[in-house]
């Protein structure tokens, strides 16, 4: 069958949250115990995260709700006090957000017209008069590890390590070069490709971030995002071949990209080692002994649903059709296209929702034929669009710290994990100076091990994973901040976001 057009999915709500930092470099942030909000914190965490709801929006302003994750609303009283709850009228808990050139955003409550504003601790609304203290920069709060994707031109960025150049050009967002990380450094960004070189202003890749790789970053709800140098410069696809580089000219929006977490994209072996993959007439067969673009699949999973869609690169979803044979034809709400995942050791075994297992036929054709699973019915798993992980926590960033010798759960910045594929859905994990992860007798991590350990990573979600680390026992974020493998059951601590 034909190939349909990749058609771009709206961002997730968690991916257009945003944190709001204050002139004194804080956040505002929701205090649970004190039934307040305040401006202290120094880092982005969940009770430092909000989303945006807009009801009407303008070019340049917008009238907006700020929700925490806990589900309240930011308020402002009418003594110019600042707490979180529900709204008891149409416009209690409304504000014109305004964009200001310089990137930062303005508060301004409906019902009162005062700017919201903060003294670096306090957070209140008691000025009619706007000024630098009721400026907030927002920060995206979502993952690291993002994709840019041009609603003009209706491609995504791709990175090109070989002339070191980032051009505006895929149309699905499958390979590695298409992610980047999003540092976010001094109040810039830097934007890291997946071979750990910087987008510069002056249109080639450097090998260590500067302030030539620092960029401001305007943000409009949405995940709508615009990176600038701050001196008039916008970054934007330029020329036939939509090199992405520094200009005044923009034209249509060019310069608008919407921001998103890095999907996930799999591959899938047999007990032979070939790879599934999408054949003609929408056919799905285990022929392949090398990867090509038809054997990569989007892994598309509900954290609350221990089911998964897998969507090929062709545009359409397997599905189980007629006589059980499993085809890429699939679109996105039919019941067909989903199948319950079980897991063994590192490797995936789907269920269709008819009750029968996933296997390779004799004829090497995709059936789902099994009311039983054995070897026939386990598929290798392997990322295909990532070389390493990036985990986030309940706590935030895995890395390491200067203070500490152990690896911690709670850092602002995260740390590359390099993956070694060992077999499928078994990697070792390298540092960034090359050396080990090695595990202590108490289940804590250091980065500087001489010697490979085996890590079995098991998918949760499209962007969720757990890790059974070599003792035996999953990896959890731990409340003190260190790193442990302590857990004999996934609880809601061994869950990472990557």
């Not at 994990?429 to 050396?435: I, L, M, N, P």
Request: aromatic share 12%.
């Amino acid at each position: 069958m034909d190939e349909t057009e990749w058609i771009h999915r709206h961002p997730k709500a968690e991916d257009l949250r945003v944190g709001l930092i204050s002139w004194a470099g804080t956040y505002l942030t929701f205090e649970a115990c004190k039934n307040t909000v305040t401006a202290t914190a120094k880092s982005l965490g969940r009770r430092q995260t909000w989303e945006i709801l807009v009801s009407n929006e303008h070019e340049t302003q917008a009238v907006v709700r700020l929700k925490s994750v806990q589900g309240l609303y930011l308020l402002c009283e009418c003594d110019g006090t600042v707490c979180y709850g529900r709204p008891r009228t149409s416009h209690h808990g409304c504000f014109l957000l305004r964009f200001h050139r310089n990137s930062k955003w303005t508060l301004q409550c409906l019902i009162s017209g005062r700017y919201l504003e903060s003294n670096g601790k306090d957070v209140f609304c008691t000025s009619h008069v706007l000024s630098a203290y009721h400026m907030w920069t927002p920060r995206p709060a979502l993952h690291v590890h993002v994709i840019l994707y041009s609603p003009i031109h209706r491609c995504y960025a791709r990175a090109d390590p070989t002339m070191g150049r980032i051009w505006v050009d895929a149309a699905v967002p499958c390979l590695e070069e298409c992610g980047f990380l999003l540092h976010f450094r001094d109040g810039c960004y830097h934007l890291e490709t997946s071979t750990h070189h910087f987008l510069s202003h002056v249109d080639r890749l450097f090998s260590q971030p500067s302030s030539q790789t620092a960029f401001h970053m305007q943000v409009q709800p949405g995940g709508l995002v615009a990176l600038c140098d701050g001196e008039g410069g916008m970054l934007y696809p330029q020329g036939t071949h939509l090199l992405l580089g520094m200009g005044c000219n923009p034209m249509r929006g060019e310069e608008w990209f919407i921001l998103q977490h890095c999907p996930t994209w799999v591959s899938l072996r047999s007990k032979t080692g070939r790879f599934i993959s999408v054949i003609y007439d929408g056919e799905v067969r285990a022929a392949s002994e090398r990867l090509n673009p038809m054997s990569l699949f989007q892994f598309e999973c509900d954290s609350e649903s221990p089911t998964v869609q897998l969507r090929s690169a062709n545009g359409y979803y397997l599905s189980q059709r007629r006589h059980r044979a499993v085809m890429a034809d699939g679109h996105p709400l039919e019941s067909d296209t989903f199948f319950r995942m079980h897991w063994n050791c590192g490797r995936i075994i789907l269920q269709s929702c008819r009750g029968r297992f996933l296997g390779i036929a004799p004829n090497s054709l995709l059936m789902a034929n099994s009311i039983l699973p054995g070897p026939n019915e386990e598929f290798g798993i392997l990322f295909a669009n990532r070389s390493f992980l990036v985990l986030r926590g309940r706590y935030g960033y895995v890395g390491s710290s200067s203070g500490h010798d152990l690896i911690q759960c709670n850092q602002d910045q995260p740390d590359c994990i390099h993956l070694l594929p060992c077999r499928p859905g078994i990697y070792h994990f390298q540092a960034q100076g090359g050396s080990f992860w090695s595990i202590t007798s108490f289940g804590t991590f250091r980065p500087w091990g001489k010697f490979a350990l085996n890590f079995c990573i098991e998918l949760q979600g499209s962007n969720l994973l757990t890790v059974l680390a070599p003792n035996g026992f999953y990896m959890r974020a731990d409340q003190s901040g260190t790193l442990l493998a302590d857990s004999e059951d996934i609880t809601r601590e061994c869950i990472w976001e990557f």
